[in-house]
């Protein structure tokens, strides 16, 4: 099965000012298809987890821009380029390439 | 409006059987692969079972293979998720999802 790794797996934002979290996996993510399976999920207190980007950097509908992906075949990033009191809560990636999917340990993430 | 209704959760005693329905609307469901996903308290997000548009393609996490069946209808919009020889460690809330949307979750709990 492949391992999905975060970091850090918590964070203490500063309000306006930009963080970053990065999710490993232990095989490539790179579909024969051309396109990377592999999802973000934010899990804000007490809600059920809610898409935040797709395909690596797509974003879902509704997200703010403020939100970010990068990177490619073991190695991704999420960006907030300037996060808000409401971005609080744990963050996930997610690989979807084949079965079983798995999931990041999470990072959660709270504000300074 | 987009929504996942999840039901069938409860309390079962080890060794027994539970069968979990989540019913969606505001979607086409038949264009979705769907999932299932638990949680246990204060626990990260675990991939359960996914089965594709068509139920062509069904995969489980190594944890609850054997045991589980996931399944679908799509005449009635609906997922399945038959449990057998539940645990303890099956105890979670378990969400449905088709990716992009998610529902809010129906308890399990496993205990004598």
């Known amino acids: 099965d492949i391992v999905m790794t975060q970091t850090p797996l918590s964070l203490s934002a500063t309000p306006g000012q930009p963080a970053s979290i990065s999710c490993k996996s232990s095989e490539s993510l790179q579909h024969s298809d051309g396109k990377t399976y592999l999802y973000w999920y934010l899990q804000k207190p007490g809600q059920s987890p809610q898409l935040l980007l797709y395909e690596v950097s797509s974003r879902f509908s509704g997200v703010p821009d403020r939100f970010s992906g990068s990177g490619s075949g073991t190695d991704f990033t999420l960006k907030i380029s300037r996060v808000e009191a409401e971005d609080v809560g744990v963050y996930y990636c997610?690989?979807?390439?084949?079965?079983?999917?798995?999931f990041g340990q999470g990072t959660r993430v709270d504000i300074k | 409006e987009v929504q996942l209704v999840e039901s069938g959760g409860g309390l079962a005693q080890p060794g027994r059987s539970l069968r979990l329905s989540c019913v969606a609307s505001g979607f086409t469901f038949e264009d979705y692969g769907m999932h299932w996903v638990r949680q246990g308290l204060g626990k990260g997000l675990e991939w359960v079972a996914g089965?594709?548009?068509?139920?062509?393609?069904?995969g489980y996490a190594d944890s609850v293979k054997g045991r589980f069946t996931i399944s679908r209808d799509n005449a009635k919009n609906a997922l399945y998720l038959e449990m057998n020889s539940l645990r303890g460690e099956d105890t979670a809330l378990y969400y449905c999802?088709?990716?992009?949307?998610w529902g809010q979750g129906t308890q399990v709990t496993v205990s004598s």
């Open positions: 089965i594709s548009w068509n139920a062509g393609n069904k």
């Open positions: 997610m690989h979807g390439i084949r079965f079983p999917w798995t």
């Open positions: 999802t088709a990716g992009d949307f």
